[in-house]
């Protein structure tokens, strides 16, 4: 008898201590401002959202996580987007932004009026926000250094960069021909724009691949190289080693191309539940948390040996992904 | 004869077309220039059959274009996917709800242009978002992949020429024979030379352009299939390039702006001019910004040298 009561206490006190952790919280909203929705990787990001705060809201952590979205991706929408969320109260705002330093002048105004925010992805310059940021240029250097081992004989490398103008695109693109400069093994002998989309790396590839000589690999950013594949096979060319971004058609290809010939190449790219990261990152510092201005997150990264995993769980034409818990929020803030 | 030939607009996307295949080829030293051609042909195709549709709108008069055709693209390949699910058998089905999905996108964008009196522009860019967010909650992101028989028709080649393309030259001349030879047709051209002069000479305006818009749609709707057998997948972000391409190969190709005059030969002349610039440019290793200058350049100068010919 003395034992359950005792038992019952400590489980209450355990709750109870808990409780009183979440308090500070719990009346807190968080809002998610997102300049884009079109693609499958977005899509993915808002669905992790979901799928994360959801619980959270239900198990009274937070008041409210509302994501919103802008239809056309632009700097003004978004601007105004986040305007309004600032007069809706919200305490904090979680932004994937259209522009690192476009929106500076908005977020300043959150900050003022005393609004957390944390950008993440599409992050922004303004020092007051926080950023959650991939080292893009390191992925892109990833790419090589894997190139390096795999065909240490070196060729000739195809790059497909994303789209032009998004200082996504240029770090990516960086990383991948500041590495191939040093091993000199490898020769960049094209560079076209696939925007990120199956369709568009199609019809880039498809126009310069006949003025070019053997290609040994392509280097990509995600989302086109399931495209690059595509042009290759229809010019009747030798498919080259392909990196791959991630997605569900690109996995499903590899995975399709490993069973056929034992086709060799890997897979990177962030994952769409840094969203939920970011959510994390908000709750804490609305808890009182300290927490760096700027985080890192490492990019989501697949091998030959871990490919069927990834594929098994990964959506028909999603993204391969990672949702983040509270724990992994506070590790990744800890620098672990 | 020569003179004849070079008054007409269409004259001009052909030669430019040309010099930039050449150009692309004196650089590369001859290697590949009969397969550039090939991947020209391909991804033309595309352009071609929104461009004839987009043709169509703006010939109907100043201030009519259709800006919900790479929504309605997407729509249409989403559907089609979902709709045949890798099914050969259920191919037929998936071409027609794709097509009827299209259509409705059509009749809508009318409806508001007519009976809520919405300028088309701000009509069927408000209709795209709502066809966009259809799709995309219809989809949710997912690329199926086509049936067998779909994606090689869109693949298969005679003599480095894809059948798609010959198919499309036949739509274009159907079209061609439409616009001179038919009442509609020329309904079409009389309706946007003047509007109220062809109300009045008894021609029926509304359904002239209630035809037109869900002409562009269909047209729309089926580029939407045909490229998800092409790149073997319907994906969100698939009809996105095409807002510009199908306006300037419109423009390229000599149809008036202004309305009430169209030119079929211009499209097929403006999207391969389109197609192989990118493809030189890229060629030459041009940075982006550079390509954008010279494509805008470039796109200028046709215009300019068609538009000389055009004030007869």
Not at chain 2, 246 to 260: C, D, E, L
Request: aromatic share 8%; proline share 3%.
């Amino acid at each position: 008898m003395l034992k359950k009561t005792l038992a019952c206490t400590i489980a209450l006190s355990a709750l109870l201590a808990t409780g009183v952790a979440m308090a500070d919280t719990k009346d807190k909203k968080i809002a998610l401002s997102n300049n884009y929705a079109g693609n499958s990787w977005r899509q993915a990001m808002l669905k992790s959202w979901d799928k994360v705060t959801k619980p959270a809201v239900e198990a009274g952590i937070v008041a409210a996580a509302d994501p919103f979205t802008t239809s056309e991706n632009q700097v003004t929408e978004q601007a105004a987007q986040i305007q309004n969320l600032i007069l809706q109260g919200y305490n904090a705002i979680v932004v994937n932004a259209a522009s690192p330093d476009a929106l500076n002048g908005v977020i300043k105004q959150a900050c003022d009026a005393g609004i957390i925010v944390v950008s993440f992805d599409g992050i922004v310059t303004e020092p007051c926000a926080w950023r959650i940021a991939v080292d893009f240029e390191k992925m892109g250097a990833s790419e090589v250094e894997y190139l390096a081992k795999k065909m240490p004989e070196g060729g000739n490398l195809l790059e497909i960069r994303g789209l032009a103008g998004v200082f996504v695109d240029d770090a990516i693109s960086k990383g991948i021909n500041e590495t191939a400069a040093k091993n000199a093994q490898f020769k960049i002998v094209g560079s076209v724009h696939g925007d990120w989309a199956q369709e568009v790396a199609q019809k880039a590839v498809a126009g310069i691949l006949p003025s070019l000589p053997e290609i040994k690999a392509v280097v990509t950013q995600g989302g086109d190289g399931y495209g690059a594949a595509q042009a290759f096979a229809a010019a009747g060319r030798p498919t080259p080693t392909i990196i791959m971004g991630n997605r569900q058609d690109e996995l499903q290809w590899w995975k399709e191309q490993k069973d056929k010939n034992g086709y060799e190449t890997m897979s990177v790219s962030i994952a769409p539940g840094v969203s939920t990261l970011a959510f994390w990152v908000a709750q804490m510092i609305l808890d009182g948390k300290e927490v760096p201005k700027d985080l890192t997150v490492p990019f989501l990264r697949i091998d030959q040996d871990t490919l069927e995993a990834n594929l098994a769980t990964t959506e028909k034409g999603g993204v391969a992904n990672v949702e983040y818990t509270a724990d992994d929020a506070a590790k990744v803030v800890a620098g672990k | 004869m020569i003179g004849k030939l070079l008054r007409q607009p269409w004259v001009f996307s052909f030669g430019a077309a040309i010099a930039v295949w050449l150009a692309t080829i004196a650089y590369t030293g001859g290697q590949g220039a009969g397969a550039i051609l090939t991947a020209a042909f391909s991804f033309a195709t595309f352009t071609i059959i929104v461009g004839l549709g987009q043709m169509m709108v703006i010939t109907t008069g100043p201030g009519n274009v259709d800006l919900s055709i790479p929504a309605t693209i997407t729509l249409s390949g989403v559907v089609a996917m979902k709709v045949m699910d890798e099914d050969t058998g259920r191919m037929v089905i998936g071409i027609i709800a794709a097509l009827g999905a299209a259509t409705l996108v059509g009749v809508f964008n009318y409806g508001l242009i007519r009976l809520l009196r919405i300028p088309p522009i701000i009509a069927t860019l408000s209709s795209s978002f709502l066809v966009l967010s259809a799709a995309i909650s219809y989809g949710r992101g997912i690329r199926i992949k086509p049936p067998e028989p779909l994606a090689q028709f869109a693949e298969t080649q005679v003599f480095g020429i894809p059948i798609m393309a010959f198919a499309v030259l036949a739509l274009s001349i159907a079209l061609a024979m439409v616009l001179s030879r038919t009442v509609y047709g020329r309904s079409v051209l009389a309706v946007g030379q003047n509007s109220r002069a062809a109300w009045l000479a008894g021609l029926n305006v509304d359904r002239t352009r209630f035809l037109t818009y869900v002409l562009s749609a269909l047209l729309a709707g089926v580029c939407g299939i045909l490229l998800s057998g092409f790149s073997r997948g319907a994906a969100l972000n698939m009809g996105e390039e095409f807002l510009l391409a199908s306006i300037a190969t419109v423009v390229i190709g000599g149809t008036s702006v202004a309305g009430g005059r169209a030119n079929v030969p211009g499209i097929w002349g403006a999207a391969l001019f389109m197609y192989l610039l990118v493809t030189m440019l890229n060629t030459f290793g041009a940075s982006a910004g550079i390509r954008l200058i010279l494509t805008g350049l470039m796109i200028i100068g046709v215009i300019v040298a068609a538009g000389g010919e055009e004030q007869r």
